[in-house]
């Protein structure tokens, strides 16, 4: 079963995008292990709370900018 685990800042992301990464990243997987393999992938979106990464020593929080817009 192949199973993708993606990490992604908490509000970058829309319910619609999240979705489309799912799908676009299921069928990629697909074109690799054949048409057997989509009911059998799972594709994990994972939200981490601002402050919860880091690189070095800097925590990052998502600016603005960057965020999902509402009702997106």
Request: charged share 30%.
């Amino acid at each position: 079963m192949p199973f993708v685990n993606i990490k992604t800042p908490e509000g970058a992301l829309s319910l619609a995008q999240k979705e489309e990464i799912v799908h676009r990243t299921t069928d990629m997987l697909v074109e690799y292990f054949s048409e057997a393999a989509r009911p059998h992938t799972m594709v994990l979106i994972e939200e981490v709370k601002d402050g919860g990464y880091a690189r070095a020593d800097e925590v990052f929080i998502l600016p603005d900018a960057y965020r999902a817009k509402a009702g997106s």
